[in-house]
Nanobody, 122 residues
């Protein structure tokens, strides 16, 4: 069992930056693929980014490519999402999740955090 807790959300103006963190407990993160997803009001949860267990492979949604960076520190059992050049359309609740496979579909992820709100104002 893996428990995930996100932090770092908040309100920022368009063009600004935020860094989200996801701390894991219960089991080591080093054996899991990790991902970030987000859900805006009235919309379905969507894939944002994923990173392999070693950190050697990353994938991003087209909407965030070139602006967001996903990274992990397995020694600290923590996942990160650096979000730059934020836009109002990035406003959503952001969730971290753990999976055994490198996938972009939310159904492939077994463990989820409770989410952290990110609000980008214009």
């Amino acid at each position: 069992q893996v428990q995930l807790v996100e932090s770092g959300g908040g309100s920022v103006q368009a063009g600004g930056s935020l860094r989200l963190s996801c701390a894991a407990s219960g089991r080591t993160l080093s054996t899991y693929v990790m991902g970030w997803f987000r859900q805006a009001p009235g919309k379905e949860r969507e894939f944002v980014a994923t990173i392999s267990a070693s950190g050697g492979s990353t994938y991003f949604a087209d909407s965030v490519k070139g602006r967001f960076i996903i990274s992990r520190d397995n020694g600290k059992n923590t996942l990160y999402l650096q979000m730059n050049s934020l836009k109002p359309e990035d406003t959503a609740v952001y969730y971290c999740a753990a999976s055994q496979r490198l996938r972009t579909s939310s159904e492939s992820y077994q463990y989820w955090g409770q989410g952290t709100q990110v609000t980008v104002t214009s």
